[in-house]
């Protein structure tokens, strides 16, 4: 069983930072992190696996935002830089357990946290 705990969302402007943070109890093989905005479809934000570290991003949040992990802590934040209102929805933290190779699709993640708030103000 793998537990994820959200933390650092909130209300920002536009322009602004936030840094969310998720750990992770449990193994996991990788960890992404979700989001899904009102009345819109959950869409990736950004991923990586524990075994190289290098995180991958979505088109949307590229050269904005940053994907780190401690696997020593199993724990993984996400730097978010100028911040847009279209940012604005719950974040989601993902663990995958299994060996695959996508860590973009929403699928491959058998366990999620409750999710944080992140709004952006125009």
């Known amino acids: 069983q793998v537990q994820l705990v959200e933390s650092g969302g909130g209300l920002v402007q536009a322009g602004g930072s936030l840094t969310l943070s998720c750990v992770v109890s449990g193994s996991s093989y990788g960890v992404g992190w979700f989001r899904r905005a009102p009345e819109k479809e959950r869409e990736f934000v950004s991923g990586?696996?524990?075994?190289?570290?290098?995180?991958y991003y979505a088109d949307s949040v590229k050269g904005r935002f940053t994907m780190s992990g401690d696997s020593a802590k199993n724990t993984v934040h996400l730097l978010m830089n100028s911040l847009k209102p279209e940012d604005t929805g719950v974040y989601y933290c993902?663990?995958?357990?299994?060996?695959?190779?996508?860590?973009?699709?929403?699928?491959?993640?058998?366990?999620w946290g409750q999710g944080t708030q992140v709004t952006v103000s125009s």
């Open positions: 990586l696996k524990w075994s190289n570290g290098r995180p």
């Open positions: 993902a663990a995958m357990t299994g060996q695959y190779v996508m860590v973009s699709r929403a699928d491959n993640y058998d366990y």
